[in-house]
């Protein structure tokens, strides 16, 4: 829920000014998103969002998310691609900060995924590491598993604060990571964040994708294990073979997965929950007290790091062979 | 901006059977509102807003404000008035609190009316005030002149601890609204919250008011005097004359003031100017340090008290009498 930057009418009129969309009819701050203020905005030529940018999304990353995202729409890809204005441009400015007007993707994220939104979610994903080939631009993951060492470095007495032992056992993860992290897997464009919130459905089919802000260039398989840790945990904190199965063999159906690939997900998968951990914790500790967002828990992935350090996950997952 | 309460795809399935609107096609939560969640859905049918009520607003009294609306709707007032499901139930319930499905109305909230958008403003209270003659429902309104002494008794010390010396101001001020308080106005029903980001407009023109759910029984020229304070005064905190002389134009257009209630309206919106600090006050004094929503200013309403007090306003208030 975000909307953090307001804008007048006024304001609004000299943005437009710019677009031929014709005249606004509708203007509401929408809860999309948590680093962004977004409005949905309604003009006579039909529905977009605006987006403001907020100090979390670095502007000098914003021309390869806008880039990327025109990129996946220009190739079929279901998403919100940025509209330009008159002289071309993506990336504009109101109130001194970046801020771009995107096309409305219709559709719907879900709360509770059930199997056929885990399969339908994994062919999404695929599709979007297929719709992103050839994609000229290049990011680092600056969340990656390289970063989390020093991510960590910062955290180590509040982990320790959350919960005795944590540290020990964090430190233990990361010199695990050092160690075994798979490497010459196939790489591409990750959305890395692609969560339920950000993928929408229509009638129970996959409708899109939004939200490109953390996309980088990192291991495809990695985008999949973020995921994994993302649908497929059940409410009670149990990993569920079944959905996880079903986002697999979604994701089969669009892009083929080598064996290597498949058999690095139980490890890719505890890395990806360590991400979301630190940069939860992260959050957490750094949070004013009166924050208009409340942080999200890190305990919640601190109980996933801790499935899948224990195995039980790991050795839970049979997921199906590729067919032959 | 608000969103207290999360529904589930599932749970808004199970909402939506009970009406016959198609399957969902969008689905999210909007920025409007302070005391309500609100969401903005799309259907194959159209466009609504389901909103859902939190502790602020008492349930027994949704019956009047669902009634009223449909009320003003039914007689061509510009509005959003609440859709009954199958069985007739306007009033509903989502995670066991109430809530209700109504029309989409489309306009702009505007943040700096001009002396057009006052005008026309003025013409939509008029027009609200007519449409809603008849109306059988009753409610007193809890938050009246007669209850500002009560509220006040609690926040003596908080007001002293905004303002030294403001307790007895506020004091000499309740005293001057027990002697003088106006009898005998024209009453009816009245919105009672009329400001700008509770009011719609299209090219220019007045297209509807929402968020009716202060509403009550009382004078009707107060409901001009609330809106005074909230369209007409200038960004520096000086009242404008200007402004106020276009509600009113505007509002005569459709609704004739008499000379008594035009005579009244300076006091009244010393009055009003109390009933928002009050409450304001109470907000800010209430809120909880982590709370999401940041309450509003109560020194705004506090200004614009000294404005109303020193008669400063009410001196320059020439405003245009009533045509022949």
Known sequence: MA???DISDTELEAFLADYD???????????EGVENSNFLLETEAGRYVLTIYERRV????????????????ARGFPSAPPIADHEGRRLRSVRGKPAALSAFLPGLAVRR?????CREAG???AWLHLAARGFPGRRVNDLGWRAWAGLFAGLATQAEALKPGLAATIEADLALFARSWPAGLPEGIIHADYFPDNVFFADGRFAGAIDFYFAAWDTLAYD???ALNAWCFQAGGAF?????????EGYRRRRPLAAEEAAALPL?????????FLTRLNDWTGAPPGALVRPKDPLEYERKLAAHRSGAAAGAWALPEAPA
């Open 268 to 276: 890719l998968a505890h890395g990806a929950a360590m991400r979301f």
């Open 113 to 117: 995924p059930t199997l056929v939104h």
């Open 21 to 31: 969309l014709g005249a606004p009819t509708s203007f509401k701050g929408i809860a």
């Open 224 to 226: 999949i294990a973020v």
């Open 123 to 125: 062919e999404g994903l």
């Open 240 to 248: 569920d073979v079944a959905a996880a199965g079903a986002f697999v």
């Open 58 to 73: 670095r502007a000098d990353q914003l021309p390869f998310f806008l880039g990327l995202m025109e990129w996946l729409a």
């Open 3 to 5: 909307v953090y930057t």
